[in-house]
């Protein structure tokens, strides 16, 4: 389905909490480790044509040719920030080449617009909380004639009772989430499927949502996998068809629909924090390729050991199991996720948030970087990308406008970029009365670092500012040579990332944990450093005695550390995770070592008794153990000239 033909719509909560346990979770299934992918980001520079909102939210966009359809709970639109306001109820259409707001698609609703399709025949689908329509009875559902509005009569949806919160489309399947119990007069409990040409309910798809966690029993929000296959479905609800299933649940939509009953997750079972937040998953997205879909959470103060609240998180759809873990977590610090979107290789996330990668309680704690209410990262580790508009006007915002809002209740990928629906009027330091686009023109591609080549060179330094340079293939060590590299001075561990030399340094004359440095490098030579402060001192970069990166992941050994450990990094945004992992390894003392570097599948380390070894690596292995310290064979013995007992070891194809 192309991209300009999607929508979701999402209402949102405030609040957010810390889960830290969680974290640490070990997966039901098979090890994944996502390879980086190229990334394209949008601009982070809003368009300046798109028209404004207000009193409300946007919640909803769809496009059918050059207009753009706003749905949502506001009242009146206008075109600039001085020009006059005009009623436009809970729906309206742009030129997305203009900017200029239609004058003749001119529906009347009473009630909220929440969802938004575009059916195969080009009729603009209508979910949300009203009654009626043109001035005619239409149940939460219609179909509208794109051009002016009017209701298509033949196009029989409605949702008895209950409001529509959510829809997705896949062909000619419209499927449907809510507080309803009856859609067209046939008993159907919170989801359901139409045939989005007609409007008739299918009887084949007899998924049922029930039994709230607490208050109103609804499902909030669904997504459809790029193949029609799989759908996801998020609420207030624990059981579906039976089966227990909390706030979150897998639909085969193959053959007769039916729950999947080996995908189970129990990281939605406990309360977040109170009863403000009945249900916290907020929003769920598809990657473009289906591999993966992505979850963003709500859910209030307080801290769980368990509990994914507050959080942005990745899922396999392939991994099976009964009770799953993420395949990352990204904690906000106690602040709200409302909204995500997964597309073109790159995660957005939109909210009440003010930082991501942060393990601060309602504050900016260890790794916490800068991300006000909207973000980017990367899809395969969850780290911010170098990518920051920022929820806020600035001092272009007009009178009477709201600088900062508890929610984004949409992103959504169109045409020409990244929509968004917002309840405030701030955007990239721009007035964006309730809603935007960040357009794909002026952005950037994002792409991920290659690992050095074979044969290579092996470098090692000493302490002091001389590079030992080794000639290195299948093992076998060349003759070496030094140089001086004065920017090198009180280095520890070090390692390539595509064509940077990144190393950890002691901070001269402080005791605050050191730096963590970049320099280009180039036939062997490191260039001036340069530091992001967000980086620094807070996981004690001096501390290390050695490391490497490989596929989002800096591993590394430490001082005081008796294991292997890692934490994701983003070469883009220079981002640390906040979080410390332990790869499950055997038969090392990873105490004495002392440097280590990655080679083409093989993992080289130093020790305190100065020989060289290598030993298989695989952090994806189906028995658990990345390294196993039974296959270590020596490569090289120290020698009064070459002693491989120095933290800095890195490995480089020039």
């Known amino acids: 389905m192309p991209r300009a033909l999607r929508i979701r719509r999402r209402l949102t909560l405030l609040g957010s909490v810390v889960a830290l346990g969680a974290l640490m979770a070990t997966p039901a299934f098979a090890i994944v480790i996502p390879t980086p992918e190229v990334a394209t980001l949008v601009t982070a520079d809003p368009s300046d044509i798109t028209p404004h909102a207000r009193s409300g939210e946007v919640r909803a966009f769809a496009e059918i040719g050059d207009m753009v359809y706003v749905g949502g709970t506001f009242t009146e639109v206008r075109q600039t920030s001085t020009s006059p306001w005009i009623t436009r109820n809970y729906l309206f259409a742009y030129n997305r080449e203009t900017g200029e707001i239609s004058d003749t698609f001119l529906p009347q609703l009473n009630g909220a617009v929440n969802a938004l399709q575009v059916s195969p025949t080009g009729k603009l689908i209508v979910g949300g909380a009203f009654n009626t329509v043109n001035g005619v009875t239409r149940r939460n559902l219609v179909a509208l004639d794109p051009e002016t509005g009017a209701t298509v009569p033949d196009w029989v949806g409605r949702s008895d009772g209950g409001n529509i919160r959510t829809m997705a489309l896949h062909g000619n399947h419209l499927y449907v989430g809510g507080a309803f119990h009856w859609i067209n007069g046939t008993p159907h409990s919170l989801l359901a499927r139409l045939n989005a040409t007609t409007g008739e309910v299918d009887q084949t798809f007899q998924i049922d949502a029930s039994v709230a966690r607490t208050s109103t029993e609804l499902v909030w929000t669904i997504a459809i996998s790029p193949d029609g296959k799989t759908l996801m479905a998020g609420g207030n609800f624990t059981q579906v068809n039976g089966y227990p299933r909390n706030q979150i649940v897998m639909i085969d939509t193959t053959g007769t629909p039916s729950v999947v009953e080996d995908w189970n997750t129990r990281r939605f079972e406990p309360p977040c924090s109170s009863s403000a937040f009945p249900f916290y998953v907020q929003d769920i997205d598809f990657s473009d390729d289906g591999s993966y879909f992505i979850v963003g959470t ?12 507050d959080t942005i998180t990745r899922w396999e759809t392939n991994a099976r199991g009964q009770d799953l873990s993420a395949t990352w977590v990204n904690i906000t610090g106690n602040d709200t996720v409302t909204s995500v979107e997964a597309t073109d290789g790159v995660v957005y996330t939109g909210g009440h948030f003010r930082w991501v990668n942060n393990l601060g309680n309602d504050r900016a704690g260890t790794g916490a970087v800068d991300r006000l209410g909207i973000a980017a990262l990367d899809s395969s580790n969850g780290m911010p990308l170098n990518w920051n508009p920022r929820r806020s006007g600035g001092s272009s915002l007009p009178p009477g406008s709201t600088e900062w809002g508890s929610t984004v209740p949409v992103l959504w990928r169109g045409e020409e970029g990244l929509y968004f629906g917002q309840n405030s009027d701030g955007m990239g330091g721009e007035y964006h009365g309730r809603l935007g686009l960040f357009p794909i023109a002026g952005g950037r591609t994002v792409t991920p670092p290659t690992q050095p080549g074979t044969p290579g060179y092996l470098y090692l330094g000493n302490g002091t500012t001389t590079l030992t340079k080794i000639p290195f293939a299948d093992l076998t060590l060349g003759t070496p040579t030094t140089s001086e ?10 390692w390539i990332v595509g064509r940077q030399l990144h190393w950890t340094q002691i901070a001269p004359g402080t005791q605050m944990g050191g730096l963590l440095q970049f320099s280009t490098f180039y036939n062997g030579t490191a260039g001036a450093p340069w530091n992001i402060g967000y980086n620094n001192r807070w996981f004690d ?14 591993y ?32 090392i003392n990873w105490s004495t070592v002392r440097g280590m570097t990655y080679v083409n599948g093989t993992l080289l380390y130093g020790s305190v008794d100065g020989a060289l070894r290598a030993v298989p690596f695989d952090p994806t292995a189906s028995e658990g153990i990345a390294v196993d310290g039974a296959s270590a064979i020596v490569v090289a013995t120290a020698t009064p000239g070459l002693t491989w007992s120095n933290p800095t070891l890195f490995y480089a194809d020039r």
């Open 298 to 309: 709500n859910g209030g103060g307080g801290v769980s050991t368990v509990t994914y609240c």
């Open 485 to 494: 590299q004065p920017e090198l001075v009180n280095v520890r561990a070090a």
């Open 556 to 587: 590394y050994v430490r001082s005081g550390g008796s294991g292997l450990y890692y934490r994701y990094f983003s070469p883009d945004s220079y981002t640390v995770g906040a979080v410390e992992f332990t790869l499950p390894t055997q038969g």
């Open 541 to 554: 970069a001096d501390a290390l005695q050695g490391g490497f990166y490989l596929n989002g992941r800096l």
